[in-house]
Protein backbone atom coordinates (compact mmCIF):
# COMPACT_ATOMS: atom_id res chain seq x y z
CA UNK A 1 0.00 0.00 0.00
CA UNK A 2 1.41 3.26 -0.97
CA UNK A 3 2.43 5.40 1.69
CA UNK A 4 4.24 9.00 2.60
CA UNK A 5 4.49 9.84 6.62
CA UNK A 6 5.18 13.02 7.68
CA UNK A 7 7.44 13.36 10.87
CA UNK A 8 4.84 15.49 13.38
CA UNK A 9 0.91 15.68 13.06
CA UNK A 10 1.11 18.81 15.53
CA UNK A 11 3.97 21.19 15.76
CA UNK A 12 4.35 24.18 18.02
CA UNK A 13 7.12 26.57 17.41
CA UNK A 14 7.93 30.49 18.52
CA UNK A 15 8.65 33.15 15.96
CA UNK A 16 12.49 33.16 14.80
CA UNK A 17 12.78 29.48 15.61
CA UNK A 18 14.10 27.42 12.55
CA UNK A 19 11.50 24.39 11.83
CA UNK A 20 12.14 21.22 9.99
CA UNK A 21 9.48 19.53 8.32
CA UNK A 22 10.28 15.49 7.14
CA UNK A 23 8.44 13.66 4.45
CA UNK A 24 9.11 10.29 3.61
CA UNK A 25 7.37 8.10 1.20
CA UNK A 26 8.25 4.62 0.71
CA UNK A 27 6.74 4.04 -3.41
CA UNK A 28 9.99 4.88 -4.95
CA UNK A 29 8.64 7.90 -6.48
CA UNK A 30 10.77 10.52 -8.21
CA UNK A 31 8.84 13.37 -7.82
CA UNK A 32 7.93 14.62 -3.92
CA UNK A 33 6.19 18.61 -2.85
CA UNK A 34 5.42 20.43 -0.20
CA UNK A 35 2.21 22.17 0.01
CA UNK A 36 0.65 24.51 2.66
CA UNK A 37 -3.03 24.39 2.46
CA UNK A 38 -5.14 27.28 4.25
CA UNK A 39 -8.74 28.08 4.36
CA UNK A 40 -10.15 29.89 1.24
CA UNK A 41 -6.54 29.91 -0.72
CA UNK A 42 -6.68 25.99 -1.32
CA UNK A 43 -3.75 24.30 -1.60
CA UNK A 44 -0.36 26.34 -3.11
CA UNK A 45 2.74 24.48 -3.73
CA UNK A 46 5.71 25.80 -1.92
CA UNK A 47 8.95 23.47 -3.43
CA UNK A 48 8.68 19.95 -5.19
CA UNK A 49 12.01 17.92 -6.36
CA UNK A 50 11.85 15.47 -9.30
CA UNK A 51 15.10 13.82 -8.50
CA UNK A 52 17.54 13.66 -5.63
CA UNK A 53 19.26 16.87 -5.08
CA UNK A 54 17.04 18.45 -7.65
CA UNK A 55 14.66 21.36 -6.44
CA UNK A 56 12.11 23.72 -7.92
CA UNK A 57 10.27 26.64 -6.50
CA UNK A 58 6.72 26.30 -6.38
CA UNK A 59 4.11 29.20 -6.10
CA UNK A 60 5.26 30.42 -2.60
CA UNK A 61 8.88 29.51 -2.03
CA UNK A 62 9.22 33.21 -0.15
CA UNK A 63 10.22 32.13 3.25
CA UNK A 64 11.20 27.95 2.93
CA UNK A 65 13.84 25.96 1.77
CA UNK A 66 13.96 22.40 0.75
CA UNK A 67 16.58 19.75 1.08
CA UNK A 68 16.10 16.07 -0.75
CA UNK A 69 19.37 14.14 0.22
CA UNK A 70 17.89 10.43 -0.68
CA UNK A 71 15.22 9.38 -3.09
CA UNK A 72 12.87 8.52 -0.18
CA UNK A 73 12.78 11.45 2.09
CA UNK A 74 11.96 15.55 1.60
CA UNK A 75 12.59 18.12 4.21
CA UNK A 76 10.80 21.49 3.88
CA UNK A 77 12.59 24.07 6.32
CA UNK A 78 11.18 27.20 7.67
CA UNK A 79 14.87 29.29 8.20
CA UNK A 80 13.02 31.77 10.45
CA UNK A 81 9.56 31.31 10.76
CA UNK A 82 6.77 33.39 11.33
CA UNK A 83 3.33 33.99 12.62
CA UNK A 84 1.95 33.71 8.73
CA UNK A 85 3.44 30.33 8.68
CA UNK A 86 1.09 28.78 10.92
CA UNK A 87 -0.98 26.75 8.41
CA UNK A 88 -1.14 22.89 7.23
CA UNK A 89 1.58 21.78 5.68
CA UNK A 90 1.42 18.71 3.25
CA UNK A 91 4.00 16.34 1.29
CA UNK A 92 3.24 14.54 -1.48
CA UNK A 93 5.06 12.29 -4.04
CA UNK A 94 4.36 10.84 -7.42
CA UNK A 95 6.43 8.54 -10.09
CA UNK A 96 8.19 10.37 -12.89
CA UNK A 97 7.30 10.68 -16.07
CA UNK A 98 4.04 10.71 -17.36
CA UNK A 99 1.78 10.02 -14.65
CA UNK A 100 -2.15 8.94 -14.55
CA UNK A 101 -1.75 7.81 -10.85
CA UNK A 102 -1.58 11.52 -9.18
CA UNK A 103 0.12 12.08 -6.24
CA UNK A 104 0.02 10.63 -3.04
CA UNK A 105 -0.29 12.75 0.31
CA UNK A 106 0.93 12.49 3.72
CA UNK A 107 -1.42 12.75 6.88
CA UNK A 108 -0.13 16.67 6.63
CA UNK A 109 1.13 18.66 10.31
CA UNK A 110 -0.33 21.45 11.71
CA UNK A 111 2.45 24.04 12.14
CA UNK A 112 1.38 26.78 15.09
CA UNK A 113 3.38 29.95 15.19
CA UNK A 114 3.40 31.84 18.41
CA UNK B 1 -8.31 34.93 -13.07
CA UNK B 2 -7.67 31.61 -11.65
CA UNK B 3 -6.12 28.54 -13.60
CA UNK B 4 -8.96 25.96 -11.71
CA UNK B 5 -12.39 27.42 -10.44
CA UNK B 6 -14.20 25.67 -7.58
CA UNK B 7 -17.23 26.71 -5.88
CA UNK B 8 -15.99 26.16 -2.50
CA UNK B 9 -19.73 25.58 -0.81
CA UNK B 10 -20.68 24.95 1.55
CA UNK B 11 -22.97 21.75 0.15
CA UNK B 12 -25.59 20.25 1.97
CA UNK B 13 -27.66 17.42 0.87
CA UNK B 14 -29.73 14.66 2.29
CA UNK B 15 -28.48 10.85 2.51
CA UNK B 16 -29.26 8.72 -0.80
CA UNK B 17 -28.90 12.17 -2.91
CA UNK B 18 -27.21 12.69 -6.18
CA UNK B 19 -24.66 15.12 -5.61
CA UNK B 20 -22.76 16.82 -8.42
CA UNK B 21 -19.51 18.34 -7.69
CA UNK B 22 -17.67 20.34 -10.73
CA UNK B 23 -14.67 22.60 -11.46
CA UNK B 24 -13.89 24.98 -14.57
CA UNK B 25 -10.38 25.52 -15.92
CA UNK B 26 -8.91 28.00 -18.44
CA UNK B 27 -5.83 26.27 -19.52
CA UNK B 28 -6.56 24.24 -22.98
CA UNK B 29 -3.26 22.51 -22.41
CA UNK B 30 -4.63 20.56 -19.25
CA UNK B 31 -4.92 17.09 -20.14
CA UNK B 32 -4.85 14.61 -16.54
CA UNK B 33 -8.02 15.49 -14.65
CA UNK B 34 -8.38 14.11 -11.03
CA UNK B 35 -10.65 14.14 -7.83
CA UNK B 36 -9.43 13.95 -4.27
CA UNK B 37 -10.87 13.77 -1.23
CA UNK B 38 -9.87 15.16 2.31
CA UNK B 39 -11.60 13.85 5.40
CA UNK B 40 -11.08 16.77 8.20
CA UNK B 41 -7.83 16.75 9.16
CA UNK B 42 -6.25 14.44 7.01
CA UNK B 43 -4.66 14.26 3.48
CA UNK B 44 -5.97 13.86 0.52
CA UNK B 45 -6.74 10.96 -0.82
CA UNK B 46 -6.76 10.40 -4.73
CA UNK B 47 -10.51 9.35 -5.52
CA UNK B 48 -10.59 9.35 -9.14
CA UNK B 49 -8.33 10.28 -12.20
CA UNK B 50 -9.25 10.29 -15.87
CA UNK B 51 -7.25 11.30 -19.02
CA UNK B 52 -8.57 13.71 -21.97
CA UNK B 53 -12.25 13.64 -22.53
CA UNK B 54 -15.19 11.20 -21.35
CA UNK B 55 -16.37 9.71 -18.15
CA UNK B 56 -15.13 7.08 -15.65
CA UNK B 57 -17.62 5.60 -13.30
CA UNK B 58 -16.13 3.92 -9.95
CA UNK B 59 -18.95 2.37 -7.66
CA UNK B 60 -21.25 5.17 -6.87
CA UNK B 61 -18.72 8.18 -8.28
CA UNK B 62 -18.58 9.49 -11.83
CA UNK B 63 -15.93 11.47 -13.21
CA UNK B 64 -17.25 13.59 -16.39
CA UNK B 65 -14.83 15.59 -18.39
CA UNK B 66 -15.78 18.04 -20.94
CA UNK B 67 -12.83 19.15 -23.05
CA UNK B 68 -14.98 21.81 -25.34
CA UNK B 69 -16.03 23.26 -22.13
CA UNK B 70 -13.09 23.59 -19.57
CA UNK B 71 -15.22 21.49 -17.08
CA UNK B 72 -15.17 18.44 -15.30
CA UNK B 73 -17.74 16.83 -12.61
CA UNK B 74 -17.77 14.29 -10.13
CA UNK B 75 -21.38 12.57 -9.63
CA UNK B 76 -21.94 10.67 -6.26
CA UNK B 77 -24.82 8.67 -6.54
CA UNK B 78 -26.94 7.36 -3.16
CA UNK B 79 -24.50 9.50 -0.59
CA UNK B 80 -23.91 8.43 2.53
CA UNK B 81 -22.99 10.60 5.68
CA UNK B 82 -19.09 9.04 5.00
CA UNK B 83 -19.03 10.63 1.93
CA UNK B 84 -18.73 14.18 4.21
CA UNK B 85 -15.65 15.78 3.34
CA UNK B 86 -14.03 18.49 1.03
CA UNK B 87 -13.36 17.21 -2.53
CA UNK B 88 -10.84 19.17 -4.71
CA UNK B 89 -10.21 18.53 -8.43
CA UNK B 90 -6.88 18.74 -9.60
CA UNK B 91 -5.49 18.69 -13.46
CA UNK B 92 -2.29 19.04 -15.36
CA UNK B 93 -0.73 19.07 -19.04
CA UNK B 94 0.97 16.48 -20.59
CA UNK B 95 4.38 16.00 -19.38
CA UNK B 96 3.65 18.31 -16.31
CA UNK B 97 4.80 16.88 -12.83
CA UNK B 98 3.03 19.69 -11.44
CA UNK B 99 -1.08 19.75 -10.48
CA UNK B 100 -3.19 22.51 -10.70
CA UNK B 101 -5.94 22.47 -7.40
CA UNK B 102 -9.07 23.83 -7.10
CA UNK B 103 -10.08 25.63 -3.61
CA UNK B 104 -12.08 22.54 -2.65
CA UNK B 105 -15.67 21.95 -2.46
CA UNK B 106 -17.24 21.31 1.16
CA UNK B 107 -19.76 19.05 0.87
CA UNK B 108 -22.08 17.35 4.04
CA UNK B 109 -24.45 14.75 4.16
CA UNK B 110 -27.04 14.92 6.35
CA UNK B 111 -28.37 11.24 8.03
Known amino acids: DVKVTQSSRYLVKRTGEKVFLECVQD?????MFWYRQDPGLGLRLIYF???????EKGDIPEGYSVSREKKERFSLILESASTNQTSMYLC?????????????FGPGTRLTVT | QKEVEQDPGPLSVPEGAIVSLNCTYS??????FMWYRQYSRKGPELLMY????GNKEDGRFTAQVDKSSKYISLFIRDSQPSDSATYLC???????????FGQGTRLTINP
Open chain 2, 50 to 53: TYSS
Open chain 1, 27 to 31: MDHEN
Open chain 2, 27 to 32: NSAFQY
Open chain 1, 92 to 104: ASSPGGVSLSGQY
Open chain 2, 90 to 100: AMSSQGAQKLV
Open chain 1, 49 to 55: SYDVKMK
